[in-house]
C-alpha cells in the first residue's frame, strides 16, 4: 500500500532521512516515533506525496508518486486522510463547515450530506459543538475535529501527526480509542508520537508495528517499548 524503497531526503544542504526502507500493508498499524527534529514529519509527507524523496522511490497504491500528475495527486490525496499537528482550520467557518471542506475540494456534491456530517461528528464526540468556530475549542476538540475532517472522503490510510502532543491523557486515550476503531475497520494507521506510554497502551488494543527513527535510518523498535 505504502512503500519506500531506498529513500533519502536532503534538506539546507544535509541529510534529514538515509536508505529508508518501509513498507505499509492494507489494514496494518503503525507508530512512527523518534526524537524531536528526526524527521518524523517529513516521513509522514514522503508517504502521502507532500514532499518527493532526493533519492529513492515512494510507491503509493502502487503508484510512483514522483510520477504522479495532478489528477493523480488529487486522488491519492483522497485515498489518504491526514491529521496535521497544527489541525489548520478556517476560523471563520464553523467546525461542521470545516469537517465538510474536503467534500466540497473533491467536487463532490454536498447535498444531503448533512446526516453524514452529523453522525460522525457524533462520533468523535463533537455533536453538540457543530457550530462552534474552531478557536472556540479545546486542544483536544480541535485533535477530534481534525480527525473527522480527515476520514470524511472514507480514505483507505490514516496518517497522524503527533495527534495527542497537546492534550491530557485522558484525551489521548480517546483519540487512540478512535484511530483503533478505523484500524478495526480495515484502516491503515500510521501515527507518528513520541509518546512511549500511548504506544504501550494501544498494544493492549490492537496488533501494533513501531517504526523508529534513529540515525537518519527507520528501524523496527524493540519489544521492550
Not at 533519502?8 to 538515509?18: A, I, P, R
Not at 492494507?26 to 533519492?55: I, Q, V
Not at 472514507?154 to 491530557?168: F, K, L, M, Q, R
Amino acid at each position: 500500500m505504502i512503500e519506500l524503497d531506498n529513500v533519502s531526503y536532503s534538506y539546507g544542504g544535509g541529510e534529514l532521512l538515509s536508505n529508508v526502507q518501509m513498507q505499509l500493508e492494507p489494514g496494518s498499524f503503525h507508530f512512527l516515533t523518534g526524537p524531536s527534529g528526526a524527521g518524523k514529519t517529513t516521513l509522514l509527507k514522503l508517504c502521502y506525496g507532500a514532499l518527493h524523496s532526493t533519492s529513492g522511490r515512494v510507491r503509493v497504491f502502487n503508484m510512483d508518486v514522483k510520477g504522479l500528475d495532478r489528477d493523480q495527486t488529487a486522488n491519492l490525496r483522497r485515498r489518504v486522510g491526514v491529521v496535521h499537528q497544527d489541525c489548520r482550520f478556517l476560523d471563520h467557518l464553523p467546525v461542521i463547515e470545516n469537517i465538510a471542506l474536503p467534500l466540497t475540494v473533491s467536487g463532490r456534491d454536498t447535498t444531503g450530506e448533512d446526516d453524514n456530517l452529523r453522525e460522525l461528528l457524533n462520533w468523535v464526540g463533537l455533536a453538540e459543538r457543530a457550530d462552534a468556530l474552531p478557536p472556540e475549542l479545546s486542544g483536544g476538540e480541535r485533535q477530534r475535529a481534525a480527525l473527522a475532517r480527515s476520514v470524511i472522503l472514507s480514505p483507505e490510510v490514516i496518517i497522524a501527526d503527533e495527534p495527542t502532543g497537546n492534550v491530557d491523557w485522558e484525551m489521548s486515550q480517546r483519540l487512540l480509542q478512535l484511530l483503533v476503531e478505523l484500524n478495526r475497520m480495515g484502516k491503515t494507521v500510521l501515527i507518528a508520537t513520541h509518546d512511549l506510554s500511548l504506544i504501550r497502551a494501544a498494544k493492549n488494543h490492537v496488533q501494533a508495528r513501531v517504526l523508529r527513527i534513529s540515525n537518519r535510518a527507520v528501524q523496527l523498535a524493540g519489544a521492550s517499548l
